[in-house]
């Protein structure tokens, strides 16, 4: 069991290329484990979860060379002794399935016929994970909801994810988000996600001739995770004064159809029920309601992006680049929600920012208010992709040349958005 243990950790942190024994490999892990598995039957599952039922998520991770890391994942959680060794192998296992799809995103581990930059095989096998480690019967006392939270931190970057701290090399941060709407369309993808998957340790030189190193992160579309502090464990570390700290950040997520904007604002506000998240969550806040995300306490109703807008905009091509002013608020003294073409008016409410009222909103606002209290003098903003289209009519194709050619076009403009927003990082550091 201890060779299991060993093996079962090796094979995470090097991107499940170590082979289990047979045996291990071939074990029923209810009769392996001293407390074995719950039946998937008796196990309980969150609405997200449920939509494994579909067959089509496995295939994510198949045809992506991650499912790896399902089939062996039961076996190393029955390798553990106590609490404290299950907290550091999930960890282990959680950082390992990120560079994983980070490698394969980037062409360094290759692995099926899904396209390499495809951020759908990592959604479903975190997902996948997550089931199995809910199905998991430890013979000692452990904290699931801790440990799942450790998982899902570590297989979306917030962990071992530093910058390397170059002196004179610009430090960006940026973050993507999973895949949503998938009660419409299980196969949607999200752009966000993979250009976080394509950036995440990446060198490049901006448009100044500066170089510049990338770290990215993948956040949940879950209310819950963003009340719990998702967005500050993300972005907190890289905002801490010093020379692993960040020159920039930009959240970015999925937006409008046929173009790119940067969000001159954010609000603090929810106002998008009766549109749920991923779990079927619904946040409480409409337009004409519109409610303050928890955990926010006092600050200001909008906050201003501090994005070199004019030189991130004048990328034009294949998409263009707006800078979105518009907002919607409620005007001071008033009591009924106002679309604004050139931001807020003083004394407003926030309704909704240049990118609704959503959590694409609410990560731009989260970071900021962050980046302003920690780092007032940092640039930082959101970017909105287009929407990612082209998907096959047929429903049991998941991929197909016009989404692949799609989602190419759209995460590599997204790189030259980033590399024109110098200017170079000071030698200080």
Not at 361 to 370: D, G, I
Request: charge should be neutral; proline fraction near 9%.
């Amino acid at each position: 069991m201890i060779f299991l243990r060993r093996a079962a950790l090796a094979a995470a942190l090097i991107g499940v290329t170590a082979v289990l024994p047979p045996a291990a490999a071939r074990a029923d892990a209810a009769t392996a484990c001293p407390g074995g598995f719950a039946a998937e039957s008796a196990a309980a599952t969150d609405p997200e979860q449920e939509r494994l039922a579909d067959p089509r998520t496995a295939a994510f991770p198949e045809r992506a060379g991650l499912d790896a890391f399902v089939r062996r994942f039961p076996a190393a959680l029955c390798g553990t002794r106590d609490a404290a060794e299950a907290q550091r192998l999930l960890k282990a296992w959680g950082e390992g399935l990120w560079m994983a799809a980070v490698n394969r995103a980037q062409g360094l581990r290759p692995g099926g016929d899904l396209p390499a930059a495809d951020d759908r095989p990592l959604y479903w096998a975190r997902l996948a994970m997550t089931v199995q480690l809910g199905r998991w019967q430890p013979g000692f006392p452990v904290d699931r909801a801790a440990l799942r939270s450790g998982f899902e931190d570590a297989s979306r970057g917030l962990t071992a994810n530093e910058f390397r701290g170059t002196p004179g090399v610009r430090r960006i941060f940026v973050s993507g988000f999973d895949p949503f709407g998938l009660d419409a369309e299980l196969r949607r993808a999200n752009p966000s996600g993979s250009a976080a998957l394509q950036l995440n340790g990446r060198r490049t030189t901006l448009a100044d001739g500066s170089p510049a190193e990338f770290r990215a992160v993948v956040l949940p579309v879950r209310y819950a995770d963003f009340d719990a502090g998702v967005v500050e464990r993300a972005y907190g570390p890289r905002l801490a004064a010093g020379p692993r700290s960040a020159d920039m950040i930009t959240s970015i997520s999925q937006g409008y159809p046929g173009l790119f904007t940067l969000e001159a604002w954010a609000g603090r506000a929810r106002s998008a029920d009766p549109y749920p998240d991923n779990a079927r969550a619904l946040s409480g806040g409409t337009r004409e309601h519109p409610v303050t995300a928890p955990g926010l306490g006092s600050g200001a109703e909008f906050l201003r992006t501090s994005l070199p807008t004019d030189a991130m905009t004048a990328v034009q091509a294949p998409y263009p680049v707006r800078l979105n002013t518009a907002v919607t608020e409620i005007p001071a003294g008033g009591r009924s929600p106002v679309d604004r073409a050139d931001g807020p008016t003083p004394g407003s409410r926030a309704v909704a920012g240049g990118g609704g009222g959503y959590l694409s909103n609410e990560v731009a606002y989260r970071s900021n208010r962050l980046r302003l209290e920690l780092r007032p003098g940092l640039p930082g903003g959101h970017l909105h992709t287009p929407v990612l289209t082209g998907l096959p009519s047929d429903p049991a194709q998941l991929t197909g040349a016009d989404f692949e050619r799609n989602e190419s076009e759209i995460t590599a403009e997204v790189v030259a958005v980033l590399r024109s927003s110098g200017p170079p990082a000071s030698g200080r550091r």
